[in-house]
């Protein structure tokens, strides 16, 4: 885990405080203590790894095309064609399969909390040369 960005990403959580923890508690949806739950929520966000077998990388990429952008995973997928990656800060991060990575960043969100300006991008960038999935 990367403590730096923890700290960063507890230091900017109000809302992740405020519309996810507290509010989700108001309806008996979440029963943990607040503070314990975003605490270990801020460090998930924060976790390093290496990944080095094929099948492992196979799986995380699968993993990214599913769920890599919170309740936005399927429109994404749909649009842009590729895994990726959104964070808390307007960046996203997609994979093109045996080529490389392509990385985005603009701090304007979208309604879930993804780049809006971001996503745009790497939809015309998929279209215009042919790397969509689907």
């Given at each position: 885990?990367?403590?730096?960005?923890?700290e960063?990403?507890?230091?900017?959580?109000d809302?992740?405080?405020?519309?996810?923890?507290?509010?989700?508690?108001?309806?008996?949806?979440?029963?943990?203590?607040?503070?314990?739950?975003?605490?270990?929520?801020?460090?998930?966000?924060?976790?390093?790894?290496?990944?080095?077998?094929?099948?492992?990388v196979?799986?995380?990429?699968?993993?990214?095309?599913?769920?890599?952008?919170?309740?936005m995973?399927?429109?994404?997928?749909?649009?842009?064609?590729?895994?990726?990656?959104?964070?808390?800060?307007?960046?996203?991060?997609?994979?093109?399969?045996?080529?490389?990575?392509?990385?985005?960043?603009?701090?304007?969100?979208?309604?879930?909390?993804?780049?809006?300006?971001?996503?745009?991008?790497?939809?015309?960038?998929?279209?215009?040369?042919?790397?969509?999935?689907?």
């Open positions: 885990m990367d403590s730096r960005v923890a960063s990403e507890e230091a900017r959580g809302r992740n405080r405020a519309l996810l923890a507290y509010f989700m508690r108001s309806y008996g949806i979440v029963r943990s203590d607040v503070p314990s739950m975003l605490g270990a929520y801020f460090d998930q966000c924060a976790i390093e790894a290496t990944v080095t077998s094929h099948d492992h196979d799986r995380v990429n699968d993993i990214m095309m599913i769920c890599g952008h919170y309740d995973s399927g429109d994404f997928a749909f649009r842009v064609g590729l895994a990726g990656k959104s964070g808390v800060g307007g960046g996203i991060m997609a994979v093109i399969s045996e080529v490389g990575t392509l990385t985005v960043w603009s701090p304007g969100l979208n309604e879930a909390g993804i780049s809006l300006a971001g996503t745009l991008a790497m939809e015309w960038f998929s279209k215009c040369t042919g790397v969509n999935l689907f």
